[in-house]
């Protein structure tokens, strides 16, 4: 699970691996109409930032994230992630497999 740091009542530093990423990826299969939106956004915006880099809440698509981390973390005025490339490509190959069943839900909303 992700590790979140509170650095003080306004600020955290949100730390993940390549597991959190499977997590991710593992919920999104199993409520893939839930997460529709997040999975077709994380598949289609990424190339954008080579892959290695994404802001879940530039496209309102950080429910998964959210979910994830349990926490929301907008609570905070300021936070940061710190991930590996691995996190980033695990999660991009991870939509990529459930991008065409989410795109049909998508179409239907």
Do not use: R, W
Not at 28 to 36: G, H, Q, R
Not at 47 to 73: H, I, N, R, W
């Amino acid at each position: 699970m992700a590790n979140v740091e509170i650095i003080d009542e306004k600020t955290i530093k949100i730390f993940v691996s390549i597991d959190d990423a499977i997590s991710m990826v593992q919920e999104a299969a199993t409520n893939i109409e839930e997460y529709a939106h997040d999975i077709v956004t994380i598949f289609e915006k990424m190339p954008v930032f080579q892959y290695t880099y994404f802001c879940f809440y530039a496209y309102d698509s950080a429910k998964l994230f959210e979910k994830m981390l349990g926490m929301d973390p907008k609570q905070y005025f300021s936070f940061s992630m710190d991930a590996p490339d691995s996190f980033f490509y695990s999660l991009y190959g991870g939509m990529a497999g459930l991008y065409s069943e989410a795109k049909k839900y998508e179409a239907a909303a």
